[in-house]
């Protein structure tokens, strides 16, 4: 049931943007430059993230804010460039190429962003699980890529890159919206040397989910490549 409704929400999604393919299409540009735009932009996403890292504190959550909101602006473009490829029929063997590859460096360098921001405020066991998601990340798309080089259509599993782009967005912008109205808050016990829950958690704790997912996807589309052959 959840799977269908991602998919509606998905095909919704589509038909939104089919006016602004419309219009991409009467400019000239091609889908190979909306993908290279969508490059610049996570760089830009992940280069606020390196600017509250050098220069932000701990209680400040316009970088993440901001980094969320510029992460899912980027996650348009990677849905305009197959629609414009197929609305414009020049759809081609290196412009899937071309996306497949830019879309694996937009991924690592925005959780390249996110390690160094963490690391920076001295979130460490959250950079590890920030890394641990960027490998299932990676692993997810490996497994289909492979498998599908080999014959086999592997396009299962729950955290694919649509998934992590709008669970990464979403967290970020949350935790900027939650933490303005409620102001810094934490918990903390005894016991561990660092709070149990502060604001901060509202993005870590999704990544974290995305680090577990992530690798439980790419297990997942192995388990149905074994199965299929």
């Not at 049931?1 to 219009?23: C, D, E, F, H």
């Not at 991409?24 to 190979?32: A, C, Q, V, Y």
């Not at 996306?99 to 962003?113: A, T």
Request: aromatic letters at 12%.
């Amino acid at each position: 049931m959840i799977s269908n409704l991602w998919i509606g929400t998905k095909r919704n999604a589509y038909k939104a943007l089919n006016p602004v393919i419309q219009l991409l299409s009467k400019t000239g540009i091609t889908p190979n430059g909306i993908t290279t735009i969508g490059l610049v932009i996570t760089t830009i996403s992940a280069a606020v993230l390196v600017v509250g890292g050098e220069i932000g504190d701990r209680s400040d959550y316009r970088y993440i804010t901001w980094f969320g909101v510029i992460t899912l602006f980027a996650g348009v473009f990677d849905m305009l460039d197959g629609q414009l490829a197929r609305s414009t029929n020049k759809m081609s063997t290196f412009g899937a190429l071309y996306d497949s590859v830019l879309d694996r460096y937009s991924e690592m360098i925005m959780f390249l962003g996110i390690c160094y921001y963490l690391v920076s405020h001295h979130f460490f066991l959250s950079s590890v699980f920030a890394f641990i998601a960027m490998i299932g990340s990676i692993m997810v798309s490996y497994v289909r890529a492979r498998s599908e080089a080999l014959g086999v259509d592997c396009k299962v599993g729950m955290m694919q890159r649509p998934e992590r782009i709008l669970t990464i967005g979403i967290s970020g912008i949350l935790y900027g919206v939650i933490t303005y109205y409620s102001g810094i808050f934490t918990l903390s016990v005894d016991w561990l040397p660092f709070p149990l829950i502060e604001n901060i958690s509202i993005f870590t704790i999704p990544i974290f989910m995305m680090a577990i997912l992530t690798n439980l996807t790419a297990i997942q589309r192995l388990n149905h490549c074994h199965n299929h052959m």
